[in-house]
Each structure stands twice: as C-alpha cells, then as structure tokens.
C-alpha cells in the first residue's frame, strides 16, 4: 500500500485546512484498515490526530475533536482531514497512515507534506 498527501502548504491564521490522503496498492475500505492523520510539529514529536476506520466510523484525538473532520471518498480511495481555526501551533509535517485494527504500529506511511501556517 502506497499512501500519498496532498494539500495546500502555507494557510493563514483561523483558515481551515484541507488535506487529502490518495491510496494506491489496496482498498481503503479493505477489512481492518485503520486510516489515520499523525503530525509532527517543530521539535515536537508525532501527534495522533485522528482516523477513519475501513467501515467509515472516525475517531479523533481529544486535542482536535472540537475542530477537525475525516472524511473519504471510497470512489477515489482517497481520505481527507479538514482542521479548522488554523493557528501557528498547527505549523507542522502532516502525514497520513496505514495500520491493521488490532496492531499498534502502522505499516505503512505517506512521505508527509509540510502545512505552515501564517500569522
């Protein structure tokens, strides 16, 4: 499985943001596929963001349930995550992911694309 973002690099402050996670290799509503968002800020480590599962149910860190949305397009095996009111905080590499229901790693990962967000 093959994983690639795509989204707009640079957002200005209480933009929202839209990225979109393409799939190749396999079926994003394969059996026990768990499709997730995971960010990495400047000298932060990774940030779980939140995920859809290969049924459509989404599940969200508490820290960005208030403003964040997954969402796919089974047609396209894409996924997206929209995040609203952009701060400078959410400055970081954006990845989207792969891991089976029941494994706590992921096996497979996007090469991330790099959201700045201007003040």
């Known amino acids: 499985v093959l994983l690639e973002e795509s989204g707009p690099g640079l957002v200005k402050t209480s933009q929202s943001l839209s990225l979109t996670c393409s799939v190749s290799?396999?079926?994003?509503?394969?059996?026990?596929?768990?499709w997730s968002w995971i960010r990495q800020s400047p000298g932060k480590g990774l940030e779980w963001v939140g995920a859809?599962?290969?049924?459509?149910?989404?599940y969200y860190s508490p820290s960005f349930k208030n403003r964040s949305s997954i969402s796919w397009d089974t047609s396209m095996n894409q996924f997206t995550l929209q995040l609203r009111s952009m701060t400078p905080e959410d400055t970081a590499v954006y990845f989207c992911?792969?891991?089976?229901?029941?494994?706590?790693?992921?096996?497979?990962w996007g090469q991330g694309t790099q959201v700045t967000v201007s003040s």
């Open positions: 859809i599962h290969f049924t459509g149910i989404t």
């Open positions: 992911t792969r891991r089976e229901r029941l494994s706590p790693g992921y096996e497979a």
């Open positions: 290799g396999g079926s994003i509503t394969a059996t026990d596929s768990v």
